[in-house]
């Protein structure tokens, strides 16, 4: 892929490295540029870098009124060598190319999807924020742009990529953990439908139970399959939990629970690295629900490229009743996997081949 550059001038980039004040917020910030592709006639064309700022639409356009928009989220960090390394963004490439088919959306080829991000994160490398704990956020995403109130595939896409950067989810390290809501009311997805497929349209039919949650004290909704039977995932990270004889189990993926980069990671590592086996199961509520009660499930978690791990600490239900986990405090396989990918991702743990992407030297 040829990157057409159209930077910014000189003057008005960033020319020395962000130092911010206090902590940064998660997504607070853009950086200078972000990387633009337009599809049009069954073909990407001018793939190119220019300043980050706002473009034009048509009213008409289809992502305004059929959601039609897929997205991504990774996260790059700097090295001890000065360097940027982006974790497992072919991954993410790969999830994009699924989601994208599921929206009749075009796919964008894994290698062009790593160069853009890898470029972009070399022209913006002076706004990786001098933090410990901080990452520079990579959001790609893919919206249908065609001026048509017909309901049917846009036939003109853009794909762009920006990037926010961040400071530590954990400015004190782990504190409290979180509470989930456990819902019959809300569902996030059904079987045949757009669960497993990273969705802005996911989210916009969430956030009313993301709102009960908050009404209930929790951060997020942990989501039971439609017949009220299964666990599946929280709004916006997988779930996971441990049992007393040393398993972290994850729920199956399935057409209604999304494939999070992170847990993928999780059972990858598996027993050498993170000292517990590492295994997916179908989760039936009741019996989760049993486990916690009778101490045969000691933590659980939900997993994530924002927080990599959150910790959960207890459930509540609709009726304000709760359930503790492990008593309400935070576990050692918990803490482990945190500090395992978090090493990997930040170059103080080896990571597995192929896990970190340098963004060259080029600009
Ligand atoms: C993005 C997302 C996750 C987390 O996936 P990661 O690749 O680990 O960031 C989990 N669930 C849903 C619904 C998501 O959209």
Known sequence: M???????????????????EGPLSFGQLRTDHMFLMDHVDGSWRDPRIVPYGPFSLDPGAVVLHYSQEIFEGAKAFKHADGEIHAFRIDKNAERLNRSAPGLCMPTVLVADQVEAILALLD????????QDGASLYIRPFMIGTQDSLGVKPSNKYLFCVFLSPSGPYYPKGFTEPIKLLISRRFHRAAPGGTGALKTGGNYAASLRAGEAAHDLGASQVLFLDTTDTWIEEAGAMNHYHVTRDGKLVIPTFTDTILRSVTSESVLALGKAALGVETVQERIPLAGFLEGLKSGAITEAGGFGTAAVVSPVGAYVFEDKTEVLVGGGAIGPHTRRVYEVISGIQRGTRPAPAGWLFKAPRVV
């Open 2 to 20: 040829k990157i057409r550059y159209d930077l910014k001038p000189a003057a008005q980039r960033r020319t020395a490295p962000l130092k911010p």
């Open 123 to 130: 022209v913006d490398r002076l706004w990786f924020p001098e």
